[in-house]
Structure formats: structure tokens, C-alpha cells
């Protein structure tokens, strides 16, 4: 009887006890409080920073060069007289054109130009050659059989074919631009074989003085 | 004296009338802590809850590797109610007491994920993830991508951006005071991939990289160091800006570590949590597969990945331990390989995985039949669970704290 009781005195106390230790690693006697959410400022909205070299003035453009790059071990290495770096930079007087050339298209997983499509961008580089003041930038896509981050770089290499055999072909680098969009902007969204074919593609886009007129290969 | 005598001996006969133990300190009361390495479900059964605080606590814990059950098959019992506020009691089917709580400020949903989070804590020792938030890109129009933020479920999603754009790979920096992402810019009349860090406090956004070509792949180390994918080199390659990068004076790329000089493609840059390590997938020597780098640079190492396929997208586990990526062989496989290389195990189907905190869970990308969703696995015991669906296809998440 008399063990009982000092046995319940002693199970008090230390259930006295853990309660203060509890205490001392919560906020409030069993109350969990919500942190405040240190939330987001969603505002994407602000203008960005003046970074990015859009901001530099526009050059005119420098003589077509005929001759070509020579190319870097690695590559040929697309990019202009000033910055090699630097994106196309189209004069302002500039106009867009998409139309102009087909696509060429590639095979699942390759970014290797075909045999079918030589020629298309033989005469491609035959404009560009003629044309010394216009521009040009290689869109390359894919279609949705890879994942999105491996389609992005597979969709550059795409362009980057295209537009080291334009160079070969003497277009000067500095006119030449490619953008990858990856699986992003298809022809098609269907899910057949036909699709997907048309999606894995370059696409040519064509830039020259608003005022031209544009002569579409026969 | 008796007095005092008597007043404890009222408390303890109005207490739990078991034994008490000393708890272990983090795990609440007296309940058998069960081993992290757990693979198994863990049977809890939920009373006295219903409509959406039942719904969230259901969710998270079979995210973080419960099955809910009913009371005769469970091993814990979560009992509580919602009066005004969440209150839940923990113990286990013999009664040994967890913990009794009562919860306060935010909403009902918040409330329930902190105590999803106090459950799984008092039952593993470990924290849980029912409080983190996660990045993604979403589908907002037929050319219109934003980067987007939520909870974890997919509750409360936000956009972080609103330029009506194309957007992709949405990356935490380690303090998650900032997020990294590439978007389809347009200045000077082209539309130009570039690298954007965006201040999660003030919004204030800064171009890491607008070189020619593609700009992508943007992700912090630790130490600061900015890994990016960049074509200005003939392909896309990795590169690896120093601490404290400005762009604008690096507008020729002086100042980049270029990582890899291949004439095949580089993509999906991840980081070792210790930074000594870059991991991505390419396809050098003809062979798609994952390597490791140097974070300063040097050789190539394959990471193999055996038993499965065609890897990308790794992720590297906050604990080191495991690089989790996509296996594509037919469909889309989730796999998880020993960060040092090995036997790679397939753990759903689906592709893009990210790890939560606790490295257990990864958040990864779903194809459905009209758009993309998000799901979530709790890699020992493959359990998976579907994100609510979204307005848009959603893709590329990034699991932050």
C-alpha cells in the first residue's frame, strides 16, 4: 500500500517533470503555432534591371563576308564582329519573315541534317549570299518523345547544324543566330508518327529591311 | 503538504493510466519510433476529422509514407477535432500517448500540414515536408508560359512571372531566398533564351546570361556558383559562373569556367548539396548517359545507372546519397541510382524528379492525356500521389523548403 503510494508520487513528479521539459520545446503550454508564411513577392511584373545587351544601340550591319569562318575546334563559332557573344541583333528597320524557306526535318534523336534536305539549304545560303544585308535565325524544335530539358539542347544542336552549313557554305556567321524552343511551339499536336515528324524540324526565319522584296525561290 | 500530495496524485489518476517512460526527446511521448529506412506503410487510422482538414492530413501523410486505415488495422491513431482550430492526439493502438495538440494562427490547411508534420516527426524523429512550397512551369496559353509557386500539394499556386513568354526549368537557390529560370526574352527583335534570377522578397529580377543561342539550366551552388547550359560555344555546354556574376561585365563570357567543350548536348545541370560536384546528362562518345564533374572543372566521371536506359534530368539528394532522373526506355520512368553510381531503380513512371527536404520524397512530372500534372513518391515505399490538376499543363517542379 504504502509502496503504491510513493510509487504514484514518484510517477507525479516526473510526469511533472516532463511536462516542463515539454514546455520548454513547444511555444505555448500545447499550442503549435503557425510560423507566418515568409511568402513570395509574386510581382514578376517589374520591368527587369537594365541588364541583357538589348539595351545596347543598334549597329548597322558590316558587309556580308563571303568567306566564311574558319571555325573553332569545337564548333563553328556563329556570332558577330563586334561580340561573338552577343544574340542577333536585328537593326530596327528590320522586318521578320517566316515564310520564306520550308523547314528541314530531322530524325528521332538526331540533330544530323539529312540528305533530302542539302539542298534546301544550299539555296537558303544562296539568298543569304545574295541578299548580304539580311539576317537569319534557326529555329530548332522537337518533338515530345524526350524529356523537356534534354529537348532543349537537342533542339539547339538542331539549329546549330543548320547553321554551321550555312557558314560552310559561305554565309558569314555574324549574320546566323539560333534559338532552341524545344518541344515548346509543335506544328502539331496530335499524337501520331506524322506529327511527330513535322515537329522535328529548323525552321528559318528571315530578317531584311521592311522595304524589301523578297524572292521566293523557285 | 498533503495538499501537494494530493493535488498530484489527482493529476496523475486524470492522466494516462499506462506506464510512462521518459519520451525520446523530438518524438513525442512514449511511441515506438520507427526506423527512417522504413519501406513499409505506415497504418494510421484518422478520427474525429472531416471535410478538408481530413482531406490535407490524408494527403500528407501518404506522401510521407503512411496508408490511412481503419481503427482496427492501424498501428497509431490520430484522434481530434476542428473546433475553431485543429487539435490532434497522437498514440499508438495500445494507447501509448504521442502527443495532444491544439494549433493556432494561418488557416485550417495550414494547421493540418503542421500537425501531419508533428505526426510524422513524433513517429520517425525525422521533420517533414507537409509545410514546403514547390516551383513549376505552367501553360497559361497556347505560346504563354509562367514560373509558378505553390505549397507542396499544389495549394495556392502563385505566378511568379507574367511575361506572357516561354519559361523553363524554374531552379531554388540552397537558401531559397532566390529562384532561377530561363525565359524566351525578346529585346533588340529576336527572342533570345536567358538565365533570370528573380529576388523571392522584393521580385527584383537581373539577366545571368543573354549570350548567343541557348541560355538555360540555371542552378546555385552553395558556394554561389552558377551553373548554366550555354550554346555560345558551337553546342550546348556546361559553364559555371563565379560568386557575385554580373553579366553585364561578362558581355564576351570572360569570366565563365566552361565545364564542357563537346559537340553533343549538355542538359540538366545538378549540384551535389556539398558543391564540389556538377552532375548532368550527355551524350559524349554517342552513349546518353549521366556524368560528374569537378565544380572547378576536369574530367568527365560516369555515374552509371544500370538496369535502365537513356538518363537525364539528375537531381542530387539533400543528403547526398542519391541522384534521382528520368529513364526513358518506351515511356518516362522516375529512377534513383547511388550517387556514386550503380544498380538505378525504377520508382514510378514519370519524369523530372526533384527532391524534397527530407530527401525520401521527389516531386516529378506526370503525362496525361491532354496536359502534363505533377505527382509526388515517397521513394522507399513507391507510394504514389497525384497534385490536384492545374488550369495549364504543369512541369519541371522544384521542391524547396
Not at chain 1, 504514484?8 to 516542463?20: D, P, R
Not at chain 2, 501537494?4 to 518524438?27: D, E, N, R, W
Not at chain 2, 509514407?65 to 484522434?79: D, H, N, R, T, Y
Not at chain 2, 500534372?373 to 524547396?400: E, R
Amino acid at each position: 500500500m504504502r509502496g503504491e503510494f510513493i510509487m504514484k508520487v514518484v510517477v507525479c513528479a516526473a510526469l511533472l517533470g516532463l511536462t516542463v521539459l515539454g514546455c520548454k520545446s513547444k511555444e505555448g503550454a500545447g499550442i503549435t503555432k503557425i510560423p507566418k508564411f515568409a511568402g513570395a513577392n509574386p510581382n514578376g511584373n517589374k520591368p527587369l534591371s537594365p541588364g541583357g545587351n538589348g539595351n545596347n544601340p543598334q549597329n548597322p550591319l558590316p558587309p556580308g563576308n563571303v568567306g566564311g569562318n574558319g571555325g573553332n575546334p569545337n564548333g563553328t563559332n556563329i556570332g558577330g564582329n563586334n561580340n561573338p557573344n552577343e544574340p542577333l541583333n536585328i537593326p530596327e528597320n528590320y522586318q521578320e519573315q517566316r515564310n520564306v524557306f520550308v523547314a528541314v526535318h530531322f530524325d528521332y534523336d538526331s540533330s544530323e541534317l539529312r540528305p533530302q534536305d542539302m539542298e534546301l539549304v544550299a539555296q537558303v545560303a544562296q539568298h543569304l549570299t545574295q541578299n548580304p544585308n539580311h539576317m537569319l535565325l534557326v529555329e530548332g524544335h522537337c518533338d515530345e518523345r524526350g524529356t523537356e530539358e534534354y529537348n532543349l539542347s537537342l533542339g539547339e544542336r538542331r539549329a546549330l547544324s543548320v547553321a554551321e552549313e550555312l557558314a560552310r557554305l559561305g554565309v558569314g556567321p555574324e549574320r546566323l543566330g539560333t534559338q532552341s524552343f524545344g518541344e515548346k511551339v509543335p506544328v502539331s499536336e496530335s499524337n501520331t508518327k506524322e506529327a511527330r515528324t513535322k515537329n522535328r524540324r529548323g525552321e528559318f526565319v528571315l530578317f531584311m529591311p521592311a522595304a524589301g522584296i523578297v524572292e521566293i525561290p523557285q | 503538504m498533503r495538499f501537494f500530495l494530493g493535488l498530484l496524485i489527482t493529476i496523475v489518476f486524470f492522466s494516462s493510466t499506462t506506464h510512462l517512460k521518459a519520451g525520446v526527446p523530438g518524438s513525442g511521448g512514449n511511441l515506438q519510433v520507427v526506423g527512417e529506412a522504413r519501406n513499409k506503410l505506415i497504418p494510421i487510422a484518422l478520427m474525429g476529422y472531416s471535410g478538408e482538414v481530413a482531406s490535407v492530413l490524408k494527403f500528407d501523410l501518404e506522401v510521407m509514407g503512411c496508408k490511412i486505415v481503419p481503427e482496427a488495422e492501424a498501428s497509431f491513431i490520430l484522434k481530434g477535432a476542428v473546433e475553431g482550430a485543429v487539435k490532434g492526439a497522437l498514440m499508438d493502438k495500445a494507447g501509448n500517448f504521442g502527443f495532444n495538440r491544439k494549433y493556432a494562427g494561418g488557416v485550417l490547411r495550414d494547421q493540418a500540414h503542421a500537425l501531419s508534420d508533428d505526426v510524422i516527426k513524433a513517429l520517425t524523429g525525422k521533420p517533414g515536408v507537409a509545410q514546403t512550397r514547390v516551383l513549376f512551369k505552367m501553360k497559361t496559353g497556347k505560346r504563354s508560359e509562367e514560373v509558378f509557386l505553390s505549397d507542396f500539394d499544389g495549394h495556392k499556386p502563385v505566378a511568379l512571372t507574367n511575361d506572357k513568354t516561354l519559361v523553363g526549368s524554374p531552379k531554388w537557390s540552397p537558401d531559397n531566398s532566390e529562384v532561377y529560370y530561363t525565359l524566351w526574352l525578346k529585346r533588340g527583335g529576336i527572342e533570345n533564351t536567358t538565365v533570370l534570377r528573380q529576388n523571392m522578397k522584393t521580385g527584383a529580377r537581373d539577366v545571368m546570361a543573354r549570350y548567343r543561342g541557348l541560355n538555360t539550366g540555371g542552378v546555385l551552388s552553395p558556394q554561389g556558383f552558377l551553373a548554366m547550359i550555354l550554346s555560345k560555344g558551337g553546342s550546348p555546354d556546361v559553364y559555371v559562373a563565379p560568386s557575385n556574376w554580373e553579366f553585364m561585365k561578362n558581355l564576351k563570357g570572360e569570366g565563365l569556367n566552361r565545364i564542357t567543350a563537346t559537340k553533343e548536348e549538355e542538359s540538366g545541370v545538378s549540384w551535389s548539396p556539398n558543391g564540389q560536384w556538377l552532375c548532368f546528362a550527355t551524350r559524349a562518345r554517342g552513349k546518353r548517359m549521366l556524368v560528374k564533374v569537378a565544380a572547378q572543372g576536369g574530367n568527365m566521371i560516369r555515374v552509371p545507372t544500370n538496369g535502365v536506359l537513356n538518363p537525364s534530368e539528375p537531381s542530387w539528394s539533400p543528403d547526398g546519397k542519391w541522384i534521382a532522373f528520368t529513364s526513358q526506355m518506351g515511356g518516362f520512368n522516375v529512377c534513383v541510382v547511388p550517387s556514386q553510381g550503380g544498380e538505378a531503380k525504377v520508382i514510378a513512371s514519370g519524369e523530372g524528379p526533384t527532391w524534397a527536404p527530407n530527401s525520401r520524397n521527389l516531386i516529378f512530372t506526370r503525362r496525361g492525356v491532354n496536359k502534363r500534372g505533377l505527382a509526388i513518391v515517397d521513394v522507399p515505399t513507391k507510394q504514389v500521389k497525384m497534385l490536384p490538376a492545374f488550369a495549364g499543363s504543369a512541369s519541371q517542379p522544384a521542391w524547396g523548403k
